[in-house]
């Protein structure tokens, strides 16, 4: 069982920056990737970094040149620095893990939330 836990969410202002971490633990054989969802009310989650076990990054268009993802690969460890920050970036983010051995797994955090304020 593998069990994400994200953290650094919190009430931010317009323009501010926030560091989110998630930490993996637990039946992790191999990681194919990790990356952050993010979640407003009354929208679908949608995906908004990730980084595969080779270290290529994928962001969403909304959020290139504000946000970067990284990794910490002997610690299961990914991090969000989000910077530049908007009042539509609010919404719960995700983390969220891809692991294979013999089938492919996807795990997900509990959720931390990011309130960005004018």
Do not use: H
Not at 16 to 35: E, K, P, Q, W, Y
Not at 38 to 50: F, S
Not at 69 to 77: F, G, Q, V
Request: aromatic share 10%; hydrophobic share 35%.
């Amino acid at each position: 069982q593998v069990q994400l836990v994200e953290s650094g969410g919190g009430l931010v202002q317009a323009g501010g920056s926030l560091r989110l971490s998630c930490v993996a633990s637990g039946r992790i054989f191999s990681i194919n990737a990790m990356g952050w969802y993010r979640q407003a009310p009354g929208k679908q989650r949608e995906l908004v970094a990730r980084i595969s076990s080779t270290g290529l990054t994928t962001y969403a268009d909304s959020v290139k040149g504000r946000f970067t993802i990284s990794r910490e690969n002997a610690k299961n460890t990914v991090y969000l620095q989000m910077n530049s920050l908007k009042i539509e970036d609010t919404g719960v983010y995700y983390c969220n893990l891809i692991a294979s051995f013999m089938s492919v797994q996807n795990y997900w955090g509990q959720g931390t939330q990011v309130t960005v304020s004018s």
